[in-house]
């Protein structure tokens, strides 16, 4: 039975980028689990619902820092203290945002004052959501762009701060973005990717940023790209920051070719993003993932694609139809041959990736196919605590998040559940993603090895019979490299495919054969 300790530090604001590293660093040093968040209204409920409330939880207000550790009983004290030195470690300050100490910039205001030349005037902001309302409002107020990686807004505050910005001529790219690069300069998670003409607007971190690896490996490259967060696209926030990205991209002399990556858009808001691609001259390259149909944007001659790889070969063959794309491969791989019978498991950093094969998947296979993201093409999985047939989780939902950072800074909860995938009955083969870039975890590839190494102990070497099935998600410039981590993951013998779309390709494709009643094609 785990111990659990907590704690409360009064007046202790840090920001919601220091928590998740503090959490990280002090789970890894002690291998307890750490959470560490303000104490919202939000967060205690988070605390709450996960069992790692504690004495004073209740009374806190959202200027106190809450802390509580669940392991064993004999770690508990290493850990209390490594916890303690890495707050007395931190040099930032302990005062709530707006009461200046010394001379780093504490307000949005202040900074905004201190800003000298040219320098992108963009405020990234990374708070609790109670917080980010606020700042946000003052940054877009003082004529800033507003990269706004903070989630827990509501619908009703997004649309607010999107249509502030609106009226601002400003951008707000977010709530909930992981990525963006803005004048070559790489924004939370995004990798590190050579100037080139491309520009992307996206509603998803993590299909931004292995849309844009895929252009930097064809050589392309990306001149602009906006998240303009997971909501952007429904009905209820209509495409405002979407539109607005767009935009830019549609006037900026750099930018030869559109593209956009949608997650479950409104029939309303697609309109208007028809609307305005027909009132400019750039080619557009589409992906909607999650959308039952796209017959609109097929009517209107918009290349429409089915996957990030097939996004990403579109451009090339629009901007530079000579151009050699081998590097990245084709979206449909020759189907293999030998037969593969048994369930398909996908474990994911992100809800791109998993929608992206789980939408493969479904087009192969004839067996219903699990998903723990609503999507038109699958069955629900409720909480994705047990998986079940074919099934695909997202690991970044909130059901595996509570209280722990998230899998891309720390994919050891992701990497347990590749694991525990590879020992459970009847399963064929595991695919999961490999995704770097600024902010991820180090050595993923090693994580993925190790997880291999304890399934077989765990099975008594069963599950070296299970195919495991990767793709990296990043460049040759992230740290660590693309091909260190290719280099990790072949020689554990894992199957690695160029993109995550055709790691799905090849893992349903193979099990496919072994089905009574194999699909044929990839057609919806």
């Not at 649309?159 to 992981?178: I, S, Y």
């Not at 990205?245 to 409104?266: E, Q, V, W, Y």
């Not at 460049?475 to 993951?489: F, G, H, K, V, Y």
């Amino acid at each position: 039975m785990a111990a659990l300790r907590t704690f409360v530090f009064p007046c202790r604001y840090r920001d919601s980028a220091f928590l998740m590293k503090l959490s990280v660093q002090a789970g890894a040093q002690t291998n307890v689990e750490v959470s560490a968040m303000m104490g919202t209204a939000r967060n205690k409920e988070l605390l709450k619902s996960s069992g790692m409330s504690g004495e004073g939880f209740d009374m806190a207000g959202p200027e106190d820092l809450l802390v509580a550790l669940r392991g064993q009983a004999s770690r508990l004290d290493r850990a209390e203290a490594v916890l303690r030195r890495l707050l007395s470690q931190d040099s930032s300050p302990a005062a709530p945002p707006g009461e200046a100490d010394g001379d780093a910039p504490l307000t949005i205001m202040q900074a905004e004052r201190d800003t000298r030349g040219d320098a992108p005037r963009v405020a990234f902001l990374s708070m609790a959501g109670e917080y980010a309302r606020y700042e946000a409002a003052q940054a877009l107020a003082a004529g800033l762009d507003v990269v706004l990686y903070s989630d827990n807004i509501s619908l009703q505050d997004e649309r607010a701060l999107k249509e502030l910005a609106l009226r601002r001529g400003r951008l707000l790219a977010g709530p909930g973005c992981g990525a963006a690069i803005i004048d070559g300069v790489p924004l939370a998670f995004a990798n590190r990717v050579r100037k080139g003409s491309v520009g992307i607007a996206a509603t998803s971190g993590t299909g931004l940023q292995e849309a844009s690896c895929l252009l930097d490996r064809m050589g392309l490259g990306v001149s602009q790209a906006y998240g303009t967060g997971g909501r952007d696209m429904q009905d209820e926030i209509g495409g405002i920051s979407t539109l607005t990205a767009f935009s830019r991209l549609a006037r900026d002399s750099a930018t030869h070719l559109i593209a956009i990556i949608a997650k479950n858009p409104g029939e309303a808001t697609r309109r208007r993003l028809l609307d305005a691609v027909r009132r400019q001259q750039k080619p557009v390259v589409l992906l909607y993932l999650g959308a039952s149909d796209t017959n609109m944007e097929k009517a209107a001659g918009i290349p429409i694609a089915r996957s990030l790889t097939e996004l990403a070969l579109l451009a090339a063959r629009t901007l530079a139809p000579l151009l050699d794309v081998s590097c990245v491969g084709q979206p449909d791989l020759p189907l293999p041959a030998a037969r593969l019978p048994g369930f398909l498991r996908g474990v994911f950093s992100g809800s791109t990736l998993c929608i992206e094969a789980a939408e493969t998947a479904s087009r192969l296979l004839a067996s219903p196919v699990r998903c723990n993201i609503p999507l038109p093409c699958c069955q629900l999985l409720p909480d994705g605590a047990e998986s079940a047939g074919h099934a695909f989780l997202d690991m970044s939902a909130a059901a595996f998040t509570v209280g722990r950072a998230h899998p891309l800074m720390a994919p050891e909860h992701k990497f347990d559940r590749v694991t525990q995938e590879l020992v459970a009955q009847n399963v064929a083969a595991v695919m999961t993603d490999i995704v770097l870039g600024c902010g991820t975890a180090p050595n993923q590839a090693a994580l993925l090895v190790r997880s291999m190494d304890q399934a077989a102990a765990l099975s008594h070497g069963r599950s070296r019979g299970v195919e495991v099935v990767a793709s990296v998600c990043g460049t040759e410039n992230d740290s660590p490299s693309r091909s260190s981590q290719l280099a990790i993951l072949r020689q554990a013998g894992v199957r690695v495919l160029g993109s995550n779309a055709q790691a799905a390709v090849w893992a349903a494709s193979r099990i496919a054969r072994a089905e009574k009643r194999p699909r044929q094609g990839h057609d919806r």
